[in-house]
């Protein structure tokens, strides 16, 4: 944002923010997995955040009636707006390999990773 001369983004979480130019959804530490995938596997200790890209998409989803009235009006407003979602899945490895699982067992999370990341894009 800076590069391209324009403001960073409040964060969506923000209490008496203007969200007119956009919010920003990011979570620390979030990951593509909800925390209920780690913990089935042993393994909550090693996730370190408050949310992953659904809790951030239901942000949004949250979000939406406060910035447009209508579907009509969404749809109109998104048509020509920038989204940027990016960097989901090093923390879902992370997580892990900081419980310190083989990495033959860590290549078993790609496909549930990947799957995570194109329901959260769709």
């Given amino acids: 944002a800076q590069e391209l001369g324009l403001p960073l983004l409040p964060p969506s979480k923000a209490h ?7 919010a ?13 995938f780690f913990e089935a596997r042993g393994m909550r200790h090693t996730v370190w955040n408050s949310g992953s890209l659904h809790t951030q998409l239901k942000w949004f989803e949250d979000m ?9 009006e969404c749809r109109d407003l998104f048509r020509r707006s920038l989204f940027i979602v990016g ?4 923390n879902d ?3 892990a390999l900081g419980a310190f699982l083989p990495v033959q067992k860590v290549h078993t999370f790609v496909p549930h990773i990947v799957d995570s990341i194109g329901k959260g894009i769709e």
């Fill in 64 to 72: 939406k009636p406060s910035i447009c009235n209508s579907p009509k």
């Fill in 87 to 90: 960097e989901f899945g090093g």
């Fill in 16 to 22: 008496n923010a203007s969200f007119h130019r956009g």
């Fill in 24 to 36: 920003n959804f990011a979570i620390t530490g979030g990951t593509s997995l909800d925390t209920s």
């Fill in 93 to 95: 490895y992370a997580a």
